[in-house]
């Protein structure tokens, strides 16, 4: 939550978030005119407060580049006030956009000025900080820094804190990226055994981990424990989990006929990537059957879908980056002009001194 509160806000803003899971296009008219008015009650707080909401909305949208110019205005209005939840706030939606971006510098740069708004006792905050930060840094291979702060995260998080799974989770990913896989599945097993029930169990990415490494490094799932997992995903129709606990049983039962299933409910579900990586697992089973005939057919079609996906991911950065640049740019235009600005006041103010200063002399003399 930001510092001011819904009631602090002007009935036009509040007017917008009443309406906002409803309709943006009407919520983002609101927030306009709630902006407008921050701005001629000279309320820069608030003002902030109203930006950061409609770089929010962008983000619904995915218009990133709207995105990008809100936040940045709003954190160069929040040099004006301090306020440490509101710049908090602020400085996280930077830190996510540049992550999203692959900018990691960009990203630890916001997430470290995030950090130093972190109230004392606010344990909800210092968690997301430490879990993000960690998470960054095994992403950049920084692996020694990646565990001085999951460690640090795990020790702030008592057993009994329904957040230490997401810590265990983490440790396994962490284990996974190093290929230490013994104590990657120790930490999703920690992880999973957190839970009682497979209800909550099928809900956690660390269950789905656990087998699939499991059985592709040892080959050892039991498949009663499979079919168990399918019922209840198939009950509460996780349909992403249900693809991939196929594919793993096609693996145990060395029959394509469910893998073959999960490739066609991933066409359903439009995950190309999904399919991708399963019809590459389809590929490694049929030639594990000497099913050399279909195999060749399958590892075309993956390569075709595998240069699909790169080449639209390298269209995609290309795009971000270009969206990047020219938000910096805007920015940059703006504080540019801003400084300029208060220069050009500055001297206008010391002229318009100087010439009554000597007009006040000369009116002296000759009176």
């Not at 509040?14 to 983002?28: F, K, M, P, V």
């Not at 006030?81 to 990691?104: N, P, V």
């Not at 008592?158 to 957040?163: K, Y």
Request: with cysteine; aromatic share 14%; glycine share 2%.
């Amino acid at each position: 939550m930001l510092s001011i509160s819904f009631d602090e806000l002007s009935e036009t803003h509040q007017a917008a978030w009443e309406i906002y899971n409803e309709n943006l296009d009407s919520a983002e008219i609101l927030f306009k005119e709630a902006l407008s008015e921050y701005k001629s009650y000279l309320d820069v707080r608030r003002e902030t407060v109203v930006l950061i909401d409609l770089a929010s909305l962008n983000n619904q949208r995915g218009n990133l580049i709207d995105k990008l110019r809100y936040l940045h205005q709003a954190e160069r209005l929040s040099v004006q006030f301090e306020d440490s939840t509101i710049k908090r706030s602020l400085y996280k939606q930077l830190y996510g956009s540049y992550a999203y971006l692959d900018r990691l510098d960009k990203a630890l740069e916001y997430l470290k000025k995030q950090s130093g708004y972190i109230q004392a006792g606010n344990d909800a905050a210092r968690f997301d900080y430490l879990n993000n930060i960690s998470d960054l840094y095994i992403q950049t291979g920084d692996f020694n820094l990646a565990k001085e702060y999951l460690d640090t995260l795990n020790f702030i998080t008592p057993f009994s804190d329904i957040n230490k799974r997401f810590v265990l989770n983490k440790y396994g990913l962490y284990f996974y990226k190093r290929n230490k896989i013994d104590s990657a599945l120790h930490y999703y097993k920690k992880s999973m055994d957190y839970y009682s029930t497979w209800h909550e169990k099928v809900e956690l990415s660390a269950t789905l981990n656990y087998y699939s490494i499991r059985q592709e490094t040892y080959g050892d799932v039991a498949l009663y424990t499979i079919d168990s997992l399918l019922a209840v995903a198939k009950n509460l129709k996780y349909m992403d989990d249900f693809a991939q606990l196929l594919s793993i049983k096609s693996d145990i039962t060395k029959d394509t006929t469910y893998i073959h299933e999960a490739i066609q409910i991933a066409d359903t579900l439009g995950t190309i990537g999904f399919k991708c990586d399963l019809i590459n697992a389809f590929v490694k089973l049929q030639n594990e059957l000497h099913h050399f005939e279909y195999s060749e057919s399958n590892k075309n079609l993956y390569n075709h879908l595998k240069d699909s996906i790169e080449s639209y991911n390298t269209k995609l950065k290309a795009k971000h980056v270009a969206v990047l640049e020219e938000a910096i740019q805007e920015v940059e235009d703006q504080n540019i002009f801003r400084e300029n600005f208060l220069l050009y006041l500055l001297i206008f103010i010391s002229l318009a001194l100087i010439l009554y200063s000597f007009y006040y002399k000369n009116k002296n003399r000759t009176g």
